[in-house]
Every structure is written in C-alpha cells, then in structure tokens.
C-alpha cells in the first residue's frame, strides 16, 4: 500500500487512485466495447466506467492494492452494464436482423446435415454475400447468450444480475445455470476458424485486433466471424 494513496491529514487520496486507476476504466470499456453495436461510443462507457471507479473509491473499506483493483473493475463494469441498459444497448433491429440469420441457419442445418456456409446462408437469406456479412458486422452487439433467453417474467433483468456477479463474464452466467456441457458441445462442432476465434477471445481474452493479426484478416473480418459463432451457438442452445 503506498502511503501516496493518502493526504496529509490521513484521507485517502481520491485524486491519485482516480490517476491511477483511469487505464483500468479505458481497458475495461475497450474490451467490453469489442462486443457491442457499433452506434455505442466508446467514450459513453469511460464515462460510466469513471463513474464506477468513483463509487469504489467510496464504498472500498480495505487496503488499496490488488484487492481494490479487482473491486474496482467489479464497479466499474456494473456501472458500464447499467448504463448500457439504460441506452437500450442493443436495438430490437438488431435483435431482429440476429433471429432471421439464426432461423436461417437452424433451416439450412436441417436440411443440409452440416455447418452452413456463408455464401448458404446469404442464398436462403436472399442476399448478397457482402450484404449479408454487411449484417454480421452491424449485429457485433450479439451476445453469446441473450440471458433473458433463460429468466422467468417474474426475475430481474438480466443486466442487474451481472451486476451481482464477481467478474461480470458471460461465461460465469452460462455455468450457474448448467449449460456448460452444452456450450462445450457446441463450440466443438463450430466451423475450424469460427471455433478458433471463439477460442482466443473468450479463453485468452484477446480482443479482435489482436485475433486478426494472429489470422491474417481485418478486424471487421473477425468480427464478423465472432457474431456468426455466436449466432451458431445459440441456435444449437435454444434447440436442446
């Protein structure tokens, strides 16, 4: 604990942890700003997320150290996460456009016997390829899960349970409601390069730039190739 973190008369320096801990926020809101629509500014959810970094700062009771970093990022996406709630993160447009192409390829699974293909999927969407990965592109807001798949009328909104969470990842929600063999099975019968992405984002936390250096192809393209695995996975979910 630096004796920096306090002023003279023994308060806690809150202009130094905000200094400090300012890159936290700018990583956190990058990160999550990879799996949004891109009508989101990033710089709404610095905002936020400084908001949250603040409210830590005033409720945190013990050392500032390692343990106040990881109560911080708990805030700090809680605080992002209501105030994308707020702004009706993901337009039912988009919600819309996700259902058709997840419908399209429950059809074409059916039918077919195997993964469908792009250029299947734009055919039985009667659309061009380019408009139709026009479509991935503009859906990236496309959750691995959409929660309230799963909650009952009566429950909270899916946002304030995250909020509750320790780490606040997509993942944690799926195992508290037993749906991990099910994800695993069907990650594995995702397409080779759909599967790999899937992989290095959510298992090594590499955000999308850094997936398209690995691969050779634009960031947009792996976007693209995200929002269509997780278009996947929830059609074989929603099927079981």
């Given at each position: 604990?630096?004796?920096?973190?306090?002023?003279?008369?023994g308060?806690?320096n809150?202009?130094?942890l905000?200094?400090?801990?300012?890159?936290?926020?700018?990583?956190?809101?990058?990160?999550?700003?990879a799996?949004?629509?891109?009508?989101?500014?990033v710089?709404?959810?610095?905002?936020?997320?400084?908001?949250?970094?603040l409210?830590?700062?005033?409720?945190y009771?013990?050392?500032?150290?390692?343990q106040f970093?990881?109560?911080?990022a708990?805030?700090?996406?809680?605080?992002?996460?209501?105030?994308?709630?707020?702004?009706?993160?993901?337009?039912?447009?988009?919600?819309?456009?996700?259902r058709?192409?997840e419908?399209?390829?429950?059809?074409?699974?059916?039918?077919?016997?195997?993964?469908?293909?792009?250029?299947?999927?734009s055919?039985e969407?009667?659309?061009?390829?380019?408009?139709?990965?026009?479509?991935?592109q503009?859906?990236?807001?496309?959750?691995?899960?959409?929660?309230e798949?799963?909650?009952?009328?009566?429950?909270d909104?899916?946002?304030?349970?995250?909020?509750?969470?320790?780490?606040?990842?997509?993942?944690?929600?799926?195992?508290?409601?037993?749906?991990?063999?099910?994800?695993?099975?069907?990650i594995?019968?995702?397409p080779?390069?759909e599967?790999?992405?899937m992989?290095?984002h959510?298992?090594?936390?590499?955000?999308?730039?850094?997936?398209?250096?690995?691969?050779?192809?634009?960031?947009?393209?792996?976007?693209q190739l995200?929002?269509?695995?997780i278009?996947?996975?929830?059609?074989?979910?929603?099927?079981k």
């Amino acid at each position: 604990m630096s004796e920096l973190m306090y002023t003279e008369t023994g308060t806690i320096n809150k202009e130094q942890l905000i200094t400090e801990h300012t890159p936290l926020v700018k990583r956190i809101a990058y990160h999550m700003m990879a799996k949004l629509p891109a009508s989101v500014q990033v710089d709404d959810l610095i905002q936020a997320g400084m908001i949250g970094l603040l409210d830590a700062i005033g409720r945190y009771e013990g050392s500032y150290g390692r343990q106040f970093e990881s109560y911080a990022a708990q805030r700090i996406r809680g605080s992002i996460l209501d105030e994308l709630r707020e702004a009706d993160w993901l337009p039912r447009s988009l919600r819309k456009k996700m259902r058709q192409i997840e419908a399209a390829m429950r059809t074409l699974e059916q039918r077919l016997g195997h993964p469908p293909s792009e250029q299947e999927l734009s055919q039985e969407l009667n659309m061009t390829l380019g408009d139709y990965q026009e479509a991935l592109q503009e859906a990236r807001g496309g959750q691995l899960i959409y929660y309230e798949d799963f909650q009952e009328e009566d429950e909270d909104h899916f946002l304030d349970r995250l909020c509750g969470t320790q780490d606040n990842q997509p993942f944690d929600q799926l195992l508290e409601k037993n749906l991990r063999e099910m994800l695993v099975d069907a990650i594995d019968k995702l397409p080779p390069r759909e599967k790999l992405v899937m992989g290095m984002h959510y298992e090594e936390e590499m955000n999308l730039r850094e997936i398209g250096e690995v691969l050779g192809v634009s960031e947009s393209r792996v976007c693209q190739l995200h929002t269509q695995a997780i278009a996947r996975l929830r059609t074989r979910l929603r099927s079981k």
